[in-house]
C-alpha cells in the first residue's frame, strides 16, 4: 500500500465491495448522462472537494427524496448520533450513482433501479410512495429484502440492491464526524508520544503480561 | 540551481542516475555526498510532499469519500500521481489472457517514485537469502553474502531511520548497535496476535519499518555514515535535525510531511541537492543507453515530457535505476550495432527471472475484541508487529513441500473507518439495519483483522519480460510484454498461508471471513500485485549466464550499473526496498571507487 495499508484494512474490515458481478441487472436506467471524465492521475490533494463540483450530480428530486427515506431506515438517528441523510449521506450518493468511473456506472444502474422498485413497491402494498409510508411500513418492506441470504426468490434482485445500498449509506455516514464520533473513533490528532493501550484494558483482556521483545534463549513469550 | 531543465544541463557529469526512487535516490545520495557530479533524470513531475501531502484529510474530504478509482488505483490520498496500474499513454503488453500467466506492474510518474506511497516495511534479508542454491538447490545464489551487505544495511538504518527489535531469530539478522530505533508499541490487536499465535508456535515480534519513532541521533550517525568527510557529515547532521519524529496520525501510504518516514523525496534527495553536487531533471522519460565508439556508454537519451522533444545527456558513468522493469526496458530499447539485441544483453538475460512477492491474504472477526473503549490505535500507520518466516528446519527436511519461506503482516486496529469498513457485514450482522445496524456497527468496529502472506517466489524460466514486437507508447518507445508462471513452490506456499491464518484466526476465538482456500493457485494473488518485483539483469558471477556482477556493474559496458531491484537474483520474503537501498550504496561506493583510481 502502506500504500496497501487502507486497501488491506478495507480487506481485513469486509469483504471488499462487490465488483462488476454477474448479478449485474441486464439492462441498463436511461438517464441522461453525459460521457464525463474523473478527477484524472494528478488531482490536488490537500483541498476539501464539494460533492457535485467534479461531475454533475444525476439524481432528481424523487430520487432523492426516495434515498433520504431509505437510508435513514437504514440509519435513523438514535441517542448516540443523528440520521443519515441529515450528515449529507444523500449527497455523497448522489455523487456516488454520478461519478464516471466503473464501479460506480455499476452502481447508478443497481442504485437508481432500486430506488424506483422500492417506491413502486411501496404504492403496491401502502398506496403511497415510500417516503410517505410509516415506519411499520417501510420496515415491512425492508425485512424482505435486508439479507440476501434469507430474502425469498422474488426479492432477490432487491435484495442485493439493499445490501449495496446499505454499504454506501454506511460509508457515506462513517466517513463523516458524526460518523466517526459515532463510533469512537479518536485518532487522526497529532500526540507527543504513542503509548499503546492502558494497562486496564489489557488486564481485562488478559494481555497484560504479552512482551514484544525475544527472551536471550530465543524463546518467545 | 538544484532543478534544472534540460536546455541547463551541463556536460561535465560524473555519473547520470536515472530515477530517482529507492535505488535512484540512495545512488544520486551517496554518489553526490562524496563529490561526484550526479545528474538525475525522473520520468514523473517534480513533487514535494511539503506541500503536497494530504495530512490529516478525511474521506468526507475527498471525492467519492477516498476509494479507489481507475485514475487513483489505491485511493484519492495515495502518494502515486500520474500513474497506478496503468500510465496514460504508456501501456503494456500481456503474453496472455490466462490469469495466471498475467504480470500487473504498478508505475507512478513522480519524483521518488513508489517511495512516496509504499508499505515503509524495511527488512533486511538473512545469510541464508543470499545462499539459496546452496542451501536447497534451487534458483541462484547471490555474488555476495550477508557479511558484504550488512554494513550497509547498517549505513541504511542509520541514514533513514528504522524501528524495530533485534530479536536472534534464524535468518533475521539483528542490526548493528544503535541502528534500530525503538518500535512502537504494539496495539490491542497486535498482543492477541503475539499471545495466541506463540501458542501454536507462530513468533511474532516488532515489525521492521521506516518511521521515525524518535529523531534521528544526529551527533553520532553522521561520522558513522560519511567517516573522514567532514561537509557530507555537516550536511547529514543538519537535514536529521529537520526531519520531525512521528506523531502518531494520519497515513504513511499519502507520504508524510514532516518528513518522519523514508521517501526518497524527504530523506534522500534534499541533503544531496544540499551538496550542490546533484543536479535534477523531471519529466525526462529516459529510453536508451547509447554507446561510444570505444564501447563504453557515453550518456542517455530521454523524452522531454513537457515538449515531447528527445534530448541527450552525457557522463562517464550511467547508473539505471528506474524500477526493474523499466530498466530492462532501457537496455532493451538501447539496440546497436554492438548489441542488436539490447544493451548489456550478451548473456541474453536482460529480462529473464523477473520475480514478485508471493502474496495470499485472509480475514477475520475476533469476538474477543469488540464494544472495546475508545482507543488511539492510529500509531505508526501499520505493522507494530509482523511474524518473520519460522519454519526454517522443517522446510529444510522437505517436510513442506514447498523450498521457501513466508513472514506475515497483519492489518487491525481501530482505524480510521474509509467508505469500506462497514462494508458486506451481513455474515456477522445477518443483514441488520437500523438502530440495530447502528449498534452492530459499534460492537464490530475495531474487532477485525487482516492477514496477508509475504513470501518467496524462486526464479523460473516462465516469468520474463520482452518488448512487444509491435506496441509503442505515445513516444514511440517499444513498451514491455510481460510472460509469467508460478511453480508449486509458490501456490503450495500460499496454500499453506491459508492455513496458518486460520489457524491464528481461531487461536484467537475468531471466525474466518469466508474459507480458506485450499487451492493454492487460487489463493495467490496476481504477478506483479505485490509491486515487489525485482530480477530482470540478476548479478552473478558468471557472464554468460548474469547480467551484472556484484556491484551491479554490467559485464558488458563497465561504466553501466543497475542499482535496483533488477539485480536481485532471488526475490526472499523480506520486502525488498532496504536491499534495493543497502545495495545501491555498496555500488555507489564502487563506483566512486572506481572513479578514484581512474578505472572509470
Not at chain 1, 441486464?26 to 461531475?55: H, N
Not at chain 2, 539490447?342 to 520475480?355: F, P, T
Request: net charge positive; hydrophobic share 35%.
Amino acid at each position: 500500500m502502506d500504500r496497501r495499508t487502507t486497501i488491506k484494512w478495507m480487506l481485513a474490515a469486509s469483504a471488499s465491495m462487490p465488483l462488476i458481478s454477474k448479478r449485474a441487472p441486464a439492462d441498463v436506467v436511461t438517464s441522461k448522462v453525459p460521457v464525463l471524465k474523473g478527477y484524472g492521475t494528478d488531482p490536488i490533494l490537500t483541498r476539501d472537494y464539494r460533492r457535485g463540483e467534479l461531475w454533475p450530480l444525476v439524481m432528481t428530486d424523487t430520487q432523492r427524496r426516495t434515498a433520504a427515506a431509505l437510508c435513514d431506515v437504514i440509519l435513523p438517528a438514535d441517542d448516540v448520533s443523528p440520521s443519515a441523510s441529515s450528515v449529507g449521506v444523500v449527497d455523497f450518493l448522489a455523487e456516488w450513482v454520478s461519478a464516471p468511473y466503473d464501479q460506480q456506472k455499476y452502481d447508478r444502474t443497481l442504485i437508481l433501479r432500486g430506488l424506483a422498485w422500492i417506491d413502486t413497491e411501496s404504492k403496491r402494498r401502502f398506496g403511497k410512495s415510500f417516503e410517505a409510508i410509516n415506519e411499520t411500513e417501510q420496515h415491512a418492506i425492508c425485512d424482505d429484502i435486508c439479507s440476501e441470504k434469507r430474502a425469498k426468490p422474488r426479492f432477490a434482485r432487491a435484495a442485493n440492491f439493499f445490501a449495496r445500498y446499505r454499504d454506501l449509506t454506511a460509508g457515506g455516514y462513517y466517513t463523516t464526524p458524526a460518523g466517526r464520533k459515532d463510533v469512537q473513533y479518536i485518532g487522526n490528532v497529532p500526540l507527543k508520544s504513542f503509548e499503546g493501550a492502558p494497562r486496564s484494558v489489557l488486564q481485562k483482556l488478559g494481555l497484560a503480561d504479552v512482551v514484544m521483545r525475544t527472551l536471550p534463549q530465543g524463546k518467545l513469550t | 540551481m538544484p532543478f534544472i531543465t534540460p536546455d541547463q544541463i551541463s556536460e561535465k557529469y560524473d555519473v547520470i542516475v536515472v530515477g530517482s526512487g529507492a535505488a535512484g535516490g540512495q545512488s544520486a545520495y551517496t554518489l553526490s555526498m562524496e563529490g561526484a557530479k550526479v545528474l538525475m533524470l525522473e520520468a514523473g513531475r517534480k513533487y514535494d510532499p511539503q506541500t503536497e501531502t494530504p495530512m490529516f484529510q478525511t474521506p468526507d474530504q475527498a471525492p467519492l469519500g477516498g476509494s479507489s478509482t481507475a485514475d487513483k488505483n489505491f485511493g484519492f490520498y495515495d502518494a502515486t500521481i500520474d500513474g497506478g496500474w496503468r500510465v496514460p499513454g504508456e501501456p503494456y503488453v500481456q503474453s496472455t489472457d490466462n490469469p495466471a500467466g498475467r504480470f500487473d506492474w504498478w508505475r507512478p510518474r513522480m519524483l521518488g517514485g513508489r517511495t512516496n506511497h509504499w508499505g515503509r516495511i524495511a527488512l533486511r534479508n538473512g545469510p541464508y537469502d543470499f545462499k539459496v542454491m546452496t542451501r536447497d538447490g534451487l534458483g541462484f545464489d547471490w555474488p555476495l553474502s550477508y557479511a558484504d551487505v550488512a554494513p550497509y544495511y547498517d549505513k541504511v538504518e542509520l541514514l533513514v531511520g528504522i524501528y524495530g527489535n533485534n530479536d536472534g531469530l534464524e535468518n533475521t539478522p539483528d542490526s548493528g548497535p544503535g541502528c534500530l530505533l525503538p518500535p512502537p508499541p504494539p496495539i490491542v490487536c497486535d498482543l492477541l496476535i503475539a499471545q495466541r499465535a506463540r501458542r501454536i508456535g507462530v513468533p511474532v515480534i516488532a515489525g521492521h519499518r521506516a518511521v521515525l519513532t524518535r529523531q534521528l541521533d544526529f551527533k553520532n550517525s553522521p561520522a558513522r555514515l560519511h567517516p573522514g568527510n567532514p561537509r557530507a557529515q555537516q550536511i547529514i547532521a543538519q537535514d536529521m535535525r529537520q526531519r520531525a519524529a512521528c506523531f502518531w496520525a494520519t497515513p504513511c501510504g499519502r507520504g508524510c510531511a514532516i518528513r518522519a518516514n523514508y521517501q526518497s523525496t524527504t530523506v534522500h534527495l534534499p541533503p544531496a541537492l544540499a551538496t550542490g553536487n546533484l543536479d535534477i531533471v523531471t519529466d525526462a522519460m529516459v529510453h536508451e543507453v547509447t554507446l561510444g565508439r570505444d564501447g563504453l556508454a557515453d550518456g542517455v537519451s530521454f523524452i522531454d515530457r513537457k515538449s515531447g522533444k528527445e534530448r541527450r545527456a552525457s557522463a562517464r558513468v550511467i547508473v539505471l535505476a528506474a524500477s526493474s522493469c523499466e530498466t530492462v526496458r532501457i537496455l532493451l530499447n538501447s539496440k546497436s550495432a554492438h548489441f542488436a539485441h539490447g544493451l548489456a544483453n550478451s548473456s541474453g538475460k536482460v529480462g529473464r527471472y523477473l520475480m514478485d512477492t508471493v502474496g495470499a491474504s485472509l480475514g477475520g472477526q475476533i469476538p474477543l475484541l469488540e464494544s472495546l473503549p475508545p482507543l488511539n490505535e492510529d500509531g505508526a500507520s501499520e505493522s507494530h508487529v509482523y511474524t518473520p518466516w519460522w519454519l526454517y528446519k522443517e522446510q529444510l527436511a522437505g517436510k513442506l513441500g514447498f523450498a521457501r519461506g513466508y513472514h506475515i503482516e497483519y492489518a487491525d486496529g481501530r482505524r480510521m473507518p474509509g467508505v469500506s469498513t462497514f462494508a458486506s457485514l451481513e455474515w456477522l450482522t445477518g443483514g441488520s439495519y437500523g438502530k440495530k445496524f447502528k449498534e452492530d456497527v459499534r460492537r464490530y468496529y475495531g474487532s477485525f483483522v487482516g492477514f496477508d502472506g509475504r513470501g518467496e517466489m524462486i526464479p523460473n524460466e516462465k516469468s520474463y519480460c520482452e518488448l512487444d514486437p509491435k506496441v509503442k507508447d505515445q513516444w514511440g518507445i517499444a513498451v514491455l510484454r510481460f510472460h509469467w508462471g508460478w511453480s508449486d513452490h509458490e501456490t503450495r506456499q500460499a496454500a499453506h498461508m491459508q492455513q496458518t491464518f486460520k489457524n491464528i484466526i481461531e487461536a484467537m476465538g475468531g471466525r474466518v471471513n469466508g474459507a480458506p482456500q485450499s487451492d493454492g493457485a487460487k489463493a495467490i494473488q496476481t504477478g506483479g500485485s505485490l509491486i515487489h518485483e525485482v530480477g530482470g539483469t540478476i548479478m552473478g558471477s558468471d557472464p554468460k549466464n548474469s547480467v551484472t556482477n556484484q556491484w551491479g556493474q554490467t559485464w558488458d559496458v563497465k561504466n553501466v550499473f543497475v542499482t535496483d531491484g533488477a539485480v536481485f537474483p532471488s526475490n526472499a520474503d523480506k520486502n525488498p526496498t532496504l536491499t534495493i537501498m543497502a545495495l545501491a550504496w555498496r555500488a555507489s561506493d564502487h563506483i566512486l571507487d572506481l572513479m578514484r583510481r581512474r578505472e572509470l
